[in-house]
């Protein structure tokens, strides 16, 4: 970064962080190309739904930006990397090994490595920079804590670990409640303050409000770092004309006794977290409910949010960065 | 096994162990097609040459017996899979990891898993069981011990770990002398044990006698049980016609002081364990040395032992047992 590079901080969950992450270094890459400075990028990123898969730490968020970022992301499925091979995972499970969370081979490498460096000592935050740095991301990839946080569902089974809803069971559970299993004793990392103390801009990515942004501002002074902060707040909707685009966030706004709809997340937000997001961006197609999220207190930006390719995440960073970037 | 099935003993390091062992489960396996009882087979196997690859324990000669043992070892390199991709190792390299020790994906399953069990608080007998029993090995496979023992050799260049050694020096060191690190507090384990005091028969697979059967019998304990036990060993020369048909053998043999013949393996373990070895197999090759044999107080026994196929493994298991199996 040149002295003059704008510090971005992205709060993000799995494949929408990712795609405004991505866009968001497209820009920056495209400016530096026309002479500008560019972004000083940081994600920081959700580890809520981390899990153990035969023995190692899989870190699905991390992972996602970390391809993504890399190049590497299979995008027919929103998880793992392209060019895969899946012979580790037939061996497994000829070895009666559950693999419901399926890994492939390439993707294996990681957790083996990741789940090595932090056997040796090293914070999930230093083995994440280990591994972004080998890849070559072109961003600082943070976990939002180095403790661990499980996020549960309740749901009319019960309470239920994040990736047995979400993977195992396809998230076809209402959702009744949501929790943050050691959030209590978990804290933010130095790195995450101090990005956070020194951004320029805040984006919370299109990820889902209660399981991605939540369980982040659940780690006790998230959020008080985030009011600290001198840069603004800037929330994109993860709901776009009534659906979400991915996951479970619509169902999940309902349940939890919301609306699913855009205003409907500016809504969660403004009773949520008071004052915390200064400006909220609608898609197009909801460009209807811009004077709604103003009432909430939020400046609503309307633009084109569904990144279906590079071009669409690209336009979409370069348009926040227009309206809310500071003067470089 | 039937009630009068031969327990069979096997102390084996890698390949050459590999295809006895599996010489005398085809052989069980004819005998039981004919409608004798067959073999309970149990191989003991060196784990001195275990190291930790990527934060995972590999277990190279217990993998190289269980994969010959389930049919899905790769014939042209003596260890690992047949049919393996190699993905999760371009990434381990790509994220900066040492990649001389080679894994496929297939085979870094197994370390996954075993290394699962372990840190689950699983031995190293009890995860061996497990695996093998999954793969439908036909034996029951144990390690020498639960307890880690690591051998070195010195070199000109000073103490080596064995892989570092074997595999990324490619033995190409004159070893000056072999230690066995950890030995002295480790035990052979219960079920080595009793298969040692109930076994009908006890044969040295064709292995390096000093880092292999040399390991296996360097744990305290081992020699005894196999003094006690009622039955004969018979032990399998590795050398062929003055050359090891396989690794540092031959070489190990006139460095450490001795000959590097089939002769030479015999007045070996004659010196080492005096009263130990009953038989010793040369193979036609070395008939010329059978009395020299003889004159060591050991049986000798001629026959072929290059096991090139799975027909000459068989033929070799065959020919022990006609002549060194009790009557059943």
Do not use: C
Not at 79 to 94: F, I, P, Q, Y
Not at 97 to 124: I, K, N, Q, Y
């Amino acid at each position: 970064m040149t002295a003059a590079s704008l510090p971005v901080v992205v709060l993000a969950g799995g494949v929408g962080g990712a795609k405004l992450a991505h866009g968001l270094a497209l820009a920056s890459a495209a400016e530096r190309a026309a002479g500008a400075p560019g972004l000083d990028l940081t994600v920081i990123v959700n580890t809520g739904d981390d899990l153990e898969v035969h023995g190692l730490l899989v870190s699905p968020d991390l992972d996602t930006v970390m391809y993504t970022l890399a190049g590497l992301a299979n995008p027919d499925t929103g998880w793992g990397v392209t060019d895969e091979t899946w012979s580790a995972s037939a061996m497994l499970e000829r070895y009666g090994a559950p693999v419901w969370f399926r890994l492939g081979d390439r993707d294996l490498a990681t957790h083996v490595e990741r789940t090595r460096r932090l056997r040796a000592g090293e914070s999930l935050t230093e083995a994440t920079a280990a591994l972004t740095a080998a890849l070559g991301v072109p961003a600082r990839l943070l976990p939002m804590s180095d403790e661990p946080v499980r996020t549960e569902v309740e749901t009319a089974d019960g309470w239920l670990e994040f990736q047995d809803y979400f993977v195992r069971r396809g998230h076809r559970d209402e959702v009744l409640a949501v929790r943050h299993r050691g959030a209590d004793s978990a804290r933010p990392t130095a790195a995450v303050l101090n990005a956070l103390s020194g951004a320029g801009l805040i984006v919370f990515a299109p990820s889902n409000p209660f399981v991605s942004i939540g369980t982040i501002l659940a780690v006790p002074g998230m959020l008080d770092a985030l009011m600290a902060s001198p840069a603004r707040v800037v929330a994109v909707s993860p709901i776009v004309a009534g659906a979400a685009l991915r996951g479970p966030a619509d169902s999940m706004l309902q349940s939890l006794g919301g609306e699913a709809t855009a205003a409907g997340v500016a809504a969660h937000y403004a009773r949520r977290y008071p004052g915390l997001v200064d400006a909220f961006v609608l898609d197009t197609a909801d460009a209807g409910a811009a004077a709604e999220v103003g009432s909430l207190g939020m400046e609503p930006m309307v633009t084109g949010t569904v990144m279906r390719d590079e071009r669409d995440r690209q336009a979409l960073g370069a348009a926040i960065l227009e309206r809310y970037g500071p003067a470089r």
